[in-house]
């Protein structure tokens, strides 16, 4: 899944492999930690994922992930999956070559969320070639949020980006 995850870094937003400095070595980063969720509505449950929460669809399972330099998670059901990092090395949501791309500026929670949804121009090179529609956010670091938040939905069908955008929608920052 963490494939996944690089390939829509790599593809999607055309970012070039980030490395750590010379000087610090990259530590290892395995998140066993199982996420507690809570019960919302909608057909929705909250997880609480250290200083903050969102909500996803009660359908969605966790994937448990190897990171290198940051916190992440995975949640994915059969036409969904959620990627979520919190890290100083997270991608942006810039302009990028890809299909249908729009962009938006969001105040969630208080903080701002730069948005962007699009069609990935290649979706064979995804390990789910069938999620090629995306909406990505991120929170840039402040004191409520911490280091930089990244959340890509990638889901199989162009009608869900309002579904996505609720799930975006639902952040709320604990600090």
């Known amino acids: 899944m963490y494939t996944f995850f690089l390939r829509i870094i790599i593809f999607a937003i055309g970012a070039s492999t980030v490395g750590c400095s010379p000087y ?20 929705m449950r909250r997880h609480n994922l250290g200083n903050f929460s969102i909500a996803l669809p009660k359908s969605m399972q966790q994937v448990q992930l190897t990171t290198t330099d940051s916190s992440a998670w995975e949640f994915q059901d059969q036409s969904v999956t959620v990627h979520i990092e919190q890290g100083l090395y997270v991608p942006t949501a810039e302009k990028h070559d890809e299909l249908n791309y729009r962009s938006l500026h969001r105040t969630i929670d208080g903080e701002t969320c730069d948005i962007a949804s699009f069609l990935v121009r290649k979706p064979d090179l995804l390990s789910e070639p069938a999620k090629k ?39 709320v920052f604990v600090r």
């Open 24 to 43: 610090v070595e990259p530590r290892q980063h395995v998140n066993t930690d199982r996420v507690a969720p809570t019960e919302v509505t909608n057909g």
């Open 133 to 171: 529609t995306c909406v990505i956010g991120r929170f840039s670091e402040s004191q409520r949020v911490g280091d930089p938040v990244f959340i890509s939905i990638c889901f199989s069908t162009t009608d869900m980006e309002s579904r996505a955008m609720e799930m975006l929608d639902s952040v």
